[in-house]
């Protein structure tokens, strides 16, 4: 199993949606960072978070620590919001400072 | 204050031939981490080093693999004799600190490496 776990990997929406990405992890860990990686492979820090919720425009990202959970929402999608969204957690009590990724989910909006 | 740097952006080797791969980080910053996302595959760690010093490579093939972090100048990802397999992306990310200490990390835009 996974230490660290995306759902879905693949999603298509409509222009305007809701969409919500999750995240499990079994590791215990300080904060979780949400990542975009564009069609073109850059990669973005979009949210790093240890508790509660953050808001970054139409972007919002949750976490329950107790349930070792995370959501990330985009509302009022839009085509350009589609790249691969990463979930990363750093776990604690690792002497190594190494983080841990899932796999991505895929998200193609359509206009 | 610009952002981490990585170059080349893209990279063709034969097979065989040596590959390496530099990695500015951002102003500030001591901590540099490797990850490489081969085609269709999430990121996975490689290195993590501070200036002069190794501090995890257990992400690194054992064989052909090596990274720098000197005093001076950028961190190099070397890889020697390369073969198709490690055709892949490789990103660079800094940090002022651990990212365990819930320290941000900042991502190069990669160099995509391929081996004819």
């Known amino acids: 199993k996974n230490e660290v776990e995306q759902s879905p990997q693949n999603l298509t929406a409509q222009e305007g949606e809701f969409i919500t990405i999750n995240c499990s992890y079994s590791v215990g860990i300080s904060a979780l960072h949400w990542l975009q990686q564009h069609p073109g492979g850059g990669i973005v820090s979009l949210f790093m978070l240890s508790s509660g919720k953050k808001k970054h425009g139409r972007l919002i990202a949750t976490i329950n620590i107790q349930e070792k959970h995370s959501s990330l929402h985009i509302t009022a999608s839009h085509p350009r919001d589609s790249a691969v969204y990463i979930c990363?957690?750093?776990?604690?009590?690792?002497?190594?400072?190494?983080?841990?990724f899932g796999k991505g989910t895929r998200l193609h909006i359509l206009p | 204050n610009a952002g981490v740097m990585q170059n080349p952006r893209h990279l063709v080797r034969r097979r065989g031939q040596e590959a390496r791969l530099r990695c500015s980080p951002m102003k500030g910053h001591s901590h540099v981490y490797w990850y490489r996302q081969l085609p269709e595959e999430g990121l996975k760690f490689m290195v993590y080093?501070?200036?002069?010093?190794?501090?995890?490579e257990s992400g690194m093939p054992k064989e052909r693999f090596s990274a720098e972090f000197p005093k001076e100048g950028p961190s190099i990802l070397r890889i020697q004799q390369v073969v198709r397999g490690d055709s892949a992306a490789y990103f660079c990310?800094?940090?002022?600190?651990?990212?365990?200490?819930?320290?941000?990390?900042?991502f190069g835009p990669g160099t995509r490496l391929t081996v004819t």
């Open positions: 990363a957690v750093p776990p604690l009590m690792n002497r190594d400072d190494k983080i841990i």
């Open positions: 080093l501070q200036k002069e010093n190794i501090i995890d």
């Open positions: 990310a800094s940090s002022p600190g651990l990212v365990t200490s819930s320290y941000e990390q900042y």
